[in-house]
């Protein structure tokens, strides 16, 4: 089992940037790629982005590129996302979510909430316009 606790969501004004992280706890955390995806009411659970074990690849979704990035420090069992010129449509509840690396695959490939086993309880992220 993995134990994933996200932190930093809050309050931001349109423009202004939040920084996420997401512990780990249980496993050993560089066994496992790491993303983060965000849901808001009412629609589906959306991916942001994923790093690979190493923290040597990253991939985003279109709506992020240039403004959010993604990194990891395995020493610290700790995933980051770093949100620069937030928009409001950025308002949702950020999840880290964790999938093995023995499930193969190429990080680009690994967009979708079922591709991945172990999800954190996630933080509400609000940016005001």
């Known amino acids: 089992q993995v134990q994933l606790v996200e932190s930093g969501g809050g309050l931001v004004q349109a423009g202004g940037s939040l920084r996420l992280s997401c512990a780990a706890s249980g496993r050993t955390f560089s066994s496992y790629h790491m993303g983060w995806f965000r849901q808001v009411p009412g629609k589906e659970r959306e991916f942001v982005a994923v790093?690979?074990?190493?923290?040597?690849?990253?991939y985003y979704t279109d709506s992020v590129k240039g403004r959010f990035t993604i990194s990891r420090d395995n020493a610290k069992n700790t995933v980051y996302l770093q949100m620069n010129s937030l928009k409001a449509e950025d308002t949702a509840v950020y999840y880290c979510a964790g999938r093995w690396i023995g499930m193969g695959g190429v990080i680009a490939t690994m967009t979708s909430r079922r591709q991945y086993e172990y999800w954190g309880q996630g933080t509400q992220v609000t940016v005001s316009s």
């Open positions: 790093i690979h074990w190493s923290g040597g690849s990253t």
